[in-house]
């Protein structure tokens, strides 16, 4: 079992287990057609996010092969919900996991993404000991791809029309990083 410590701290966010406060700022970017348009969610009432904030989201701890922990993205210096971000633990025999992460467009080109998922690699290479973490992203959501290859997940495959999501065929392009990589990196942020 893993419990971290919260608030995960980088140079500018808190990364926190979210909670019902979090139901109206989600809002801005869960209901957002185009926001939500590469997740595995359509849009979002305050009602969703309210019953998701209370199932599927709760998880700030790890007990057992397939749980996820799910965490605000904050910001240190105004306490503004800026977006969440997700880890799953997809394996205890392969020690992997894979990340997922949305912010509200209203904080893109910022770095936060890039920040935010730094501290999942973190948490799942140092904290829960993964060997290996993923992304899976449609090959269209070139912001998803830059924030992975800026943190240096190697591009492993590119699965044409691989997946009917949202009424129409995606090519996915999966990413990879293990903890030796991720523990060699200078440049972390």
């Known amino acids: 079992m893993l419990s971290p410590e919260y608030p995960l701290r980088t140079a500018r966010l808190l990364l926190r287990p979210l909670g019902d406060a979090d139901a109206e700022p989600m809002l801005a970017y869960k209901s957002d057609a185009e926001n939500v348009r ?19 989201w709760a998880g700030s701890v790890f007990t057992a092969e397939g749980d996820a922990v799910c965490l605000g993205v904050e910001e240190q210096g105004t306490g503004r919900l800026v977006g969440d971000v997700v880890l799953f633990w997809r394996s205890e025999r392969d020690r992997a996991g894979e990340v997922g992460y949305i912010l509200d467009p209203a904080f893109a080109g910022r770095g936060y993404a890039t920040e935010a998922v730094a501290a999942l690699l973190d948490l799942g290479f140092d904290g829960l000991g993964l060997h290996r973490i993923t992304a899976r992203i ?24 691989s997946s009917w999501f949202k009424g129409e065929w995606a090519t996915m392009l999966e990413y990879g990083m293990l903890a030796a990589e991720w523990a060699a990196r200078a440049d972390r942020p």
């Open 38 to 56: 590469f997740v595995p969610y359509g849009v979002l009432s305050i009602e969703d996010i309210r019953e998701r904030l209370r199932t599927t």
């Open 138 to 161: 449609d090959e269209r959501n070139t912001a998803s791809v830059g924030v992975v290859e800026r943190l240096g997940f190697r591009r492993e495959a590119r699965l044409v029309e």
